[in-house]
């Protein structure tokens, strides 16, 4: 069981390395400028490391999503068994866009190559899809305790409140206007979009 443990550090440290040398080159050269060789020379790996690790060079990108989903699982296990559904959905985005505006550089990067990868919104990745699950989950439970409206489904609402996440996020990327504003003022759009007093017009 140690020597497991000790493998998966050993394992997730050169995965990081290999993060790391490929994002500091990203920043120098640019993504598509950027060769798998130049990534593994600069951190001391092989190219079958490399693969290993992240199948491609577009993987690289796909770790930070990985981190963000660690960190919200952290934080769910942590919670108080009575905390309500509802601030856990904010302190879920509250912590993803900390995480964003403590890393603006990387996710700066991750978002403009992302995007122009004709994968990222078609084949989501399962580090996207299980923090999406997260939320899902989440604002079922909201429902279930009438805290928000239940006139759309869990899953409409949850991809509503996803999209402006996502706005925050590129809005602090793009540098318009400091985070915790946003997310003050995005949580308060969320509140009277899955309030109860809402009814189909």
Not at 49 to 74: I, M, P, S
Not at 190 to 199: P, Q, R
């Amino acid at each position: 069981m140690a020597t497991k443990g000790l493998r998966q550090k050993k394992n997730t440290q050169v995965k990081q390395n290999l993060y790391d040398a490929a994002m500091k080159l990203f920043r120098q050269k640019g993504f598509n400028e950027t060769s798998v060789d130049e990534i593994t020379e600069k951190a001391g790996y092989s190219r079958a490391t490399f693969f290993n690790h992240f199948g491609a060079k577009q993987g690289v990108l796909r770790l930070y999503g990985q981190r963000l989903q660690d960190l919200v699982e952290k934080l769910l296990d942590r919670a108080d068994p009575s905390t309500p559904p509802l601030e856990l959905i904010r302190q879920m985005i509250a912590v993803m866009v900390h995480e964003a505006e403590e890393n603006i550089e990387e996710v700066s990067l991750i978002c403009t190559y992302s995007m122009v990868d004709p994968e990222y919104m078609s084949n989501p990745t399962p580090a996207r899809k299980r923090l999406f699950e997260i939320l899902t989950g989440l604002v079922s439970k909201a429902q279930q305790k009438e805290q928000i409206r239940q006139d759309l489904t869990a899953r409409e609402l949850a991809l509503h409140i996803f999209f402006l996440y996502q706005g925050v996020v590129l809005a602090t990327v793009t540098d318009n206007g400091s985070s915790e504003s946003l997310l003050h003022s995005v949580w308060q759009f969320i509140l009277k979009g899955v309030s109860n007093e809402n009814t189909p017009t």
